[in-house]
């Protein structure tokens, strides 16, 4: 049972959980002081290589999600197994956690594929994916600015394919979007913050994704959000250091394998 059961559906909470999220988490970041020690860059180079205004970046990003909740909602409904009185069956906690497991795998897979395919192929870089790496210096409520074909490609449709495939029900895409948020969000955050749960769970974490920020590693580190599987299988793969800076923070330098 869950808080909100009886009060709105598996479907209208899976449908805007994510987004209400995204702002929750996205926005602790930004209310945050600055944090100068924690920085993987610095204020300055964020103001002067950030090639956007934080206005356009909070319209690029509603877009997206809007497309996402219709996308999600729509998905729900078509595949809703409830019975005539509106119950659905939900599967047993191992059963969850095996179509988590597969939808982070369905999810990084295509996220891969699509993502690197975008810095391949000229014409889609130069016309979508690039708005996305205008953000040279990322930071939390950048996470989902993208072109929004870029955004349809890689976020909706791969989250689709990913909730069609591991066969989850909608209470538990509840629980598997709303971590995606998360950790996407915290990958693009640009704060190295000790303690930080994702940085010692998870390779693929904030200075990984920085990486492929920066102009020596655009063709690397595709792999997002989760695992850098794909990356290490497929050469695509830079490690970095983390090098304290003299005047407060980190620099995350990349390493050749």
């Not at 598996?10 to 996205?26: H, R």
């Not at 998905?75 to 047993?92: C, D, E, H, K, R």
């Not at 594929?113 to 409520?141: C, E, G």
């Amino acid at each position: 049972m869950v808080f909100w059961e009886g009060y709105v559906s598996d479907e209208t909470v899976g449908t805007f959980a994510p987004i209400v999220v995204y702002w929750l988490y996205a926005g602790f970041y930004q209310l945050l002081p600055p944090l100068d020690s924690y920085r993987l860059h610095t204020r300055k180079e964020e103001e002067e290589k950030n090639l956007v205004p934080l206005s356009f970046v909070v319209k690029g990003v509603l877009l997206q999600q809007l497309v996402q909740a219709t996308v999600a909602h729509a998905l729900f409904l078509l595949t809703s197994t409830a019975s005539s009185s509106g119950i659905t069956v939900q599967p047993s906690l191992p059963v969850q956690i095996g179509q988590i497991a597969i939808a982070m795998l369905v999810m990084d897979t295509w996220q891969y594929f699509v993502h690197r395919y975008m810095h391949q192929n000229k014409f889609l870089y130069r016309h979508v994916h690039s708005q996305h790496h205008r953000l040279v210096v990322p930071y939390a409520i950048g996470a989902l600015y993208n072109h929004p074909l870029e955004g349809l490609l890689l976020d909706t449709v791969g989250g689709a394919i990913s909730f069609l495939i591991s066969k989850m029900t909608a209470r538990t895409a509840v629980i598997f979007f709303c971590f995606a948020v998360i950790k996407t969000v915290d990958d693009h955050c640009g704060l190295w913050l000790p303690g930080n749960i994702f940085h010692l769970f998870f390779q693929n974490n904030t200075a990984y994704h920085d990486i492929h920020h920066q102009l020596q590693g655009a063709k690397y580190n595709y792999s997002q959000p989760f695992f850098p599987i794909w990356d290490k299988l497929l050469g695509t793969h830079m490690p970095y250091s983390l090098v304290k800076r003299s005047e407060g923070g980190f620099e995350a330098r990349p390493m050749k394998d």
